[in-house]
């Protein structure tokens, strides 16, 4: 009405319900990260494997072209995140995972067991290191942080910490952590909402850098450093990404907001280095998208600088990265990204990232036997095993790489596509590590499974559950 100035029909209802019609429309480019799990254990429908996120229009060009919807158009060069399917519809296993592998002795292995591939673990964590030292100008240091919680494991601490990581530490236990395996206090920064947990461990010698995640305990921070209980060199805000749902930081939505934080920057003690912090999982909002939302955060950055008289030399760059986006053709963007934090922030010295589940997640395997196997019909099969989601929490949101081991020959072999589902030992209806698969000709109780890709938030989330 108000664009042709022509005023609405009026109708009549014919009834209290409606249908609902979505036509899908395929149009975002790189989408999503990482690749899209199966549908939800016991859902039904077409899996959700193709790039659009669409199961209709996934399964309409499965019907019309099945040679196309196993192939990978991407890199095919078995790379440590979690490189796609070759033509056969096998996911691609990198070199290193195979040799790490086969250096386990399942013999006498007790499953479900984690399995530590240190070889991929310490070609990660080196890459990583190089990587920004490439980036890196001289005006302007980039140096990498691994986020503990992502997995606490001391062998993964300790490669941060050789390949001149900052240890970066939610809690004081994981601060105390960090410490234990050998990093200095100015080399751990403390961020997130309950940093001052457990009361009483926090070091006495200046750490590297504190970062606020609301307004109260900013005000927390600034009274903990005048009374000498907290020394650190950067002191720093996390702010929280606008438009984009999350519970982290100090929120920049209203002009209301905005001020409290600028008000509140100003009591930051003025002998330190001010710096800010924000993250966001690339993995949750897509790589294109991440990388408009670290143009927008730089500009509210100015802002900030220009509004508090501060000027901000640190920046902290939380990523969420999914292995592949990390690992592959990323070092144009890294370099850009230093370009443009350069331009528009002039005084900033120094970048801090944070490649955590990058890093962690292709580090370890999951092992677990098969207990049981049982042929549904002629083209269906269901096996159990003595894994869990207890052990593989984070199953449902990304697809893990998968390998059975021939208890006769040793041989590794990748699952394939198919129609299996691999049920865990728990008395849970969504208990089922696997769906969508196929299980290698001649695969019997006893026979192990590998779950790779476990090394992240499936190692550091698992708990504890139907043991006695």
């Given at each position: 009405e108000a664009a042709t100035g022509i005023p609405a029909e009026k109708t009549t209802a014919q009834s209290e319900e409606f249908t609902r019609v979505v036509l899908e429309v395929p149009v975002r480019a790189r989408y999503p990260l990482p690749p899209l799990p199966e549908p939800y254990a016991g859902g039904i429908g077409h899996s959700m494997k193709h790039p659009s996120g669409m199961p209709a229009l996934a399964e309409r060009l499965h019907k019309l072209y099945p040679h196309l919807m196993s192939a990978n158009t991407h890199n095919g060069n078995g790379s440590n995140g979690n490189g796609a399917a070759e033509a056969n519809g096998v996911a691609a296993i990198p070199p290193?995972?195979?040799?790490?592998?086969?250096?386990?002795?399942?013999?006498?292995?007790?499953?479900?067991?984690?399995?530590?591939?240190?070889?991929?673990?310490?070609?990660?964590?080196?890459?990583?290191?190089?990587?920004?030292?490439?980036?890196?100008?001289?005006?302007?240091?980039?140096?990498?942080?691994?986020?503990?919680?992502?997995?606490?494991?001391?062998?993964?601490?300790?490669?941060?910490?050789?390949?001149?990581?900052?240890?970066?530490?939610?809690?004081?236990?994981?601060?105390?952590?960090?410490?234990?395996?050998?990093?200095?206090?100015?080399?751990?920064?403390?961020?997130?909402?309950?940093?001052?947990?457990?009361?009483?461990?926090?070091?006495?010698?200046?750490?590297?850098?504190?970062?606020?995640?609301?307004?109260?305990?900013?005000?927390?921070?600034?009274?903990?450093?005048?009374?000498?209980?907290?020394?650190?060199?950067?002191?720093?805000?996390?702010?929280?990404?606008p438009h984009i749902t999350s519970r982290f930081g100090i929120p920049l939505n209203t002009p209301e907001e905005f001020r409290a934080l600028i008000d509140s920057v100003g009591l930051l003690p003025r002998d330190s280095t001010f710096g800010v912090h924000f993250h966001m999982a690339s993995s949750n909002i897509g790589v294109r998208q991440w990388w408009h939302l670290y143009q927008s955060m730089l500009r509210w950055c100015s802002s900030i600088e220009k509004l508090t008289g501060r000027q901000i030399e640190v920046l902290d760059i939380g990523g969420g990265w999914f292995p592949d986006d990390w690992h592959e053709g990323r070092e144009d963007d890294f370099?850009?990204?230093?370009?443009?934090?350069?331009?528009?922030?002039?005084?900033?010295?120094?970048?801090?990232?944070?490649?955590?589940?990058?890093?962690?997640?292709?580090?370890?395997?999951?092992?677990?036997?098969?207990?049981?196997?049982?042929?549904?019909?002629?083209?269906?099969?269901?096996?159990?095993?003595?894994?869990?989601?207890?052990?593989?929490?984070?199953?449902?949101?990304?697809?893990?790489?998968?390998?059975?081991?021939?208890?006769?020959?040793?041989?590794l072999q990748p699952l394939k596509r198919g129609k299996t589902r691999l049920m865990g030992r728990l008395c849970m209806e969504h208990d089922e590590v696997a769906s969508n698969v196929e299980l290698p000709e001649g695969t019997q109780p006893g026979d192990v499974l590998i779950f790779c890709d476990a090394g992240g938030y499936d190692r550091s989330m698992s708990y504890v559950f139907g043991r006695g």
């Open positions: 290193s995972f195979m040799h790490d592998l086969k250096a386990q002795d399942y013999d006498q292995l007790q499953t479900p067991s984690f399995l530590f591939m240190d070889t991929t673990a310490a070609d990660l964590f080196d890459r990583a290191a190089k990587l920004a030292l490439r980036v890196s100008t001289p005006e302007m240091q980039v140096i990498n942080g691994y986020s503990i919680k992502t997995n606490p494991d001391e062998r993964l601490i300790k490669l941060a910490l050789d390949s001149g990581f900052y240890a970066e530490a939610i809690s004081l236990l994981e601060v105390q952590k960090a410490l234990q395996v050998g990093f200095k206090p100015e080399q751990v920064i403390l961020n997130g909402p309950g940093k001052w947990w457990p009361a009483g461990l926090l070091p006495k010698e200046p750490i590297h850098a504190v970062f606020c995640d609301s307004i109260a305990d900013l005000n927390r921070v600034t009274a903990a450093a005048a009374t000498g209980e907290l020394q650190s060199k950067v002191f720093g805000v996390r702010l929280r990404t370099t850009k990204a230093v370009k443009h934090a350069k331009a528009t922030l002039p005084h900033v010295r120094q970048i801090i990232s944070e490649p955590g589940k990058a890093l962690a997640q292709p580090s370890m395997a999951l092992a677990m036997r098969v207990l049981e196997i049982q042929e549904i019909s002629d083209e269906t099969t269901e096996a159990v095993v003595d894994g869990s989601i207890a052990e593989l929490p984070m199953y449902f949101f990304y697809p893990h790489r998968i390998l059975r081991r021939n208890t006769a020959t040793g041989e």
